[in-house]
Each structure stands twice: as structure tokens, then as C-alpha cells.
T-cell receptor, first 117, second 113 residues
Framework: ETGVTQSPTHLIKTRGQQVTLRCSSQ?????VSWYQQALGQGPQFIFQ???????GRGNFPPRFSGLQFPNYSSELNVNALELDDSALYLC????????????????FGPGTRLTVL | DQQVKQNSPSLSVQEGRISILNCDYT??????FLWYKKYPAEGPTFLIS?????DKNEDGRFTVFLNKSAKHLSLHIVPSQPGDSAVYFC????????????FGPGTRLSVLP
């Protein structure tokens, strides 16, 4: 069974640029969530994708966008990068999205460390 | 406004003793809680979870206690081992929130040999 993988491992960008981060979900998982973890803080929920549709979003501006593909892999795109976007970006997969009364454990990838200069 | 708090940034415990990590939450809608462990350069790894219909869940050396009236949960590790040294995150979710987990800031546990 293949776990969650993310690419690239590290990335350096300058302010105003755009970035795309990639995630392959764990085998058998159709739901992908993205988190931002700033230094010294816990992960913060950005959004979730289920069956190629956005299925919930945290408190992040529209310049954070995503995609999910038919094979359940996912991309996180960030436009007009700001210095505060520097963080570890984590992708997590789960077997299914949250349903009423049901919550599934999420399995995380190792993350992509983004530095914005 | 932090909905999930872990007020101890760090904790040091002697090998073989008990480690107790604490977590407080403010949102009474939360009904599912998880603990994750994170080593450097790795993503968080699921450790143990508890639903709000229970007050205790045990898995080997790890036990999570939930006190709903106090909006408090704790993770007990007995006995602590050097390999347990990591950052521990408490996370909470509500059924109506789907998979939107809210994480605390983490507690760094150091188990000394």
C-alpha cells in the first residue's frame, strides 16, 4: 500500500510569483485535504477535495486554489505569493469525506516546505 | 481565536515514566478528537482518536481521556520511551464540519534516557 506522497520537497519563490504543489493520495483514498503549517503552529485547514470538487474550505483567500484529478491526486496552487505564505504545506488523504456523524482519520504526506523571499 | 489549545509548548519526561499531554478546546460542537505525532521532516502520523460518546480510549501504551464538561482531553503515554520524542498535535472536528480538522499548536515531548 502506497502512502501519501508530495512534491516537491522544498521550493523557493519570490513575492508575487505563483506556485503549484502536488499530492498523490494513499491507495484507496478518494478525499484529499490541504493544510498550511506555519513555523511553531499546528496545521491550518485550507480546503478539501472529493471527487474532483471542492468539499469545504478554511479561512484562506481565493488566491489559494486547488484541483483534484480522476486518479484522486491533487494540486494546490497559490497565486501572487506573499512573504507570509512561507510555510510547510501538508496534504492528507482519507477514504471518504466527512459525512454526518462520521469522521475518518486523515493520513498525511511529508509536506512541501515553501519559502517566499 | 484559537479553538484548540495546547498550553504547554514543551514537556520533558524520564524514560519509563508517564507522559501526560493536555489539550483544551472552546467549540462545544467538536465531537471527534485525534492525536497526531510528528517527527522532523515527516508529516503528522495518526496516533489515537476518541469520539465524544466515550470518555476514554486505549491503544497499547497510549490512552486518551476526554472530559466534555471541561472541554479538555489528555494523552497519556505509559511507559514513555525515547522514540516517543516528537511534537504531538491535538486535533478536533465536528460532524457538521466534514473533514475540517482544527489543530492545536503542538507540544514537543522529550523523553530522556
Amino acid at each position: 500500500e502506497t502512502g501519501v506522497t508530495q512534491s516537491p520537497t522544498h521550493l523557493i519563490k519570490t513575492r508575487g510569483q505563483q506556485v503549484t504543489l502536488r499530492c498523490s493520495s494513499q491507495s484507496g483514498h478518494n478525499t484529499v485535504s490541504w493544510y498550511q503549517q506555519a513555523l511553531g503552529q499546528g496545521p491550518q485547514f485550507i480546503f478539501q477535495y472529493y471527487r474532483e470538487e471542492e468539499n469545504g474550505r478554511g479561512n484562506f483567500p481565493p488566491r489559494f486554489s486547488g484541483l483534484q484529478f480522476p486518479n484522486y491526486s491533487s494540486e494546490l496552487n497559490v497565486n501572487a505569493l506573499e512573504l507570509d505564505d512561507s510555510a510547510l504545506y501538508l496534504c492528507a488523504s482519507s477514504p471518504r469525506p466527512g459525512l454526518a456523524g462520521v469522521t475518518d482519520t486523515q493520513y498525511f504526506g511529508p509536506g512541501t516546505r515553501l519559502t517566499v523571499l | 481565536d484559537q479553538q484548540v489549545k495546547q498550553n504547554s509548548p514543551s514537556l520533558s519526561v524520564q524514560e519509563g515514566r508517564i507522559s501526560i499531554l493536555n489539550c483544551d478546546y472552546t467549540n462545544s460542537m467538536f465531537d471527534y478528537f485525534l492525536w497526531y505525532k510528528k517527527y522532523p521532516a515527516e508529516g503528522p502520523t495518526f496516533l489515537i482518536s476518541i469520539s465524544s460518546i466515550k470518555d476514554k480510549n486505549e491503544d497499547g501504551r497510549f490512552t486518551v481521556f476526554l472530559n466534555k464538561s471541561a472541554k479538555h482531553l489528555s494523552l497519556h503515554i505509559v511507559p514513555s520511551q525515547p522514540g516517543d520524542s516528537a511534537v504531538y498535535f491535538c486535533a478536533a472536528s465536528a460532524a457538521n464540519y466534514g473533514q475540517n480538522f482544527v489543530f492545536g499548536p503542538g507540544t514537543r515531548l522529550s523523553v530522556l534516557p
